[in-house]
């Protein structure tokens, strides 16, 4: 299955988790990457990934901050020229940090707030232009199952993936005439390095984290199941799919 041949994505949060994973599935369906992310060290694991699958002659990475403009107009701009355009945007970086409310400095909850929200707005504004040249571009988002549910110690984050979720429908509508897409996936549930060390406070209540446990599966789904779901939004399978968000938590929150 070659969805994406000739098709120019870009990635962010491509050094690890859900969004190295995605890497991977479009360069497997012939997609030209640029593959954007903070850490230079995971960067170098998804060439390395690309590579043993024989797809790194599609792959083109950045590192950038995504919660610093200069880092996003340099790095993103950049990576977009590179592709010579671009079709579809995956804003899979973020963070995940725990404390309780009444503990949390704003020091913290600025830093949160950059990377995933700010970061989000900042990658979409730099990318909007060439997506809508492309006339059929897509943006996929990333909010979460915190955006609807009570997710305890995650006061910050929660806040982010709500704003991602109503970002998302509002660029949906602005655009959509203009051939834009917007979807946002609610990943829960999912192992990856976010969320094997939230960092949760040590006088954590353990029954409140229990609910936040998957019901169908054998415990938490890896990055790929969530990839899947992104390749099929982002490509013509998902042309009909727009301004509203698709949970993949395996019956977390049924």
Same mark, same amino acid.
């Given at each position: ?44 694991? $998804?060439?390395?990934? !690309? ?8 792959? %083109?990475? *950045? &590192?950038?901050?995504? #919660? ?99 970002? $998302?429908?509002?660029? !949906? ?8 897409? %917007?979807? *946002? &996936?609610?990943?829960? #549930? ?65």
């Amino acid at each position: 299955m070659k969805r994406f041949e000739g098709r120019r994505v870009l990635i962010t949060g491509a050094g690890s988790g859900i969004g190295q994973a995605t890497v991977a599935r479009i360069l497997e369906e012939g997609g030209i990457v640029a593959a954007a992310d903070v850490s230079e060290a995971g960067l170098e694991v $998804t060439r390395e990934r !690309a590579a043993a699958a024989g797809t790194a002659d599609r792959l %083109a990475t *950045a &590192v950038v901050d995504i #919660s610093n403009e200069d880092s996003v107009r340099e790095n993103i701009g950049g990576a977009i020229k590179g592709l010579g355009g671009l079709d579809v945007l995956v804003n899979a970086a973020g963070i995940l940090r725990a404390s309780h409310t009444d503990k949390t400095t704003l020091e913290f909850w600025n830093t949160v707030v950059g990377v995933n929200l700010t970061g989000t707005f900042l990658v979409t504004r730099e990318a909007l232009p060439a997506l809508l040249e492309s006339g059929k571009g897509v943006v996929v988002n990333f909010s979460s199952t915190s955006a609807h549910f009570a997710h305890p110690y995650m006061a910050a984050y929660a806040a982010t993936k709500g704003g991602i979720r109503s970002f $998302t429908h509002a660029i !949906a509508l602005e655009y959509a005439k203009q051939g834009l897409r %917007a979807v *946002a &996936v609610e990943p829960g #549930s999912i192992a990856s390095g976010m969320t094997s060390a939230p960092g949760f406070p040590e006088d954590v209540d353990p029954s409140l984290i229990g609910k936040l446990y998957p019901w169908i599966g054998d415990g938490f789904a890896p990055p790929e199941d969530v990839a899947g779901v992104i390749a099929m939004l982002a490509s013509d399978d998902g042309k009909f799919v727009t301004g509203t968000e698709i949970r993949i938590d395996g019956g977390t929150h049924m």
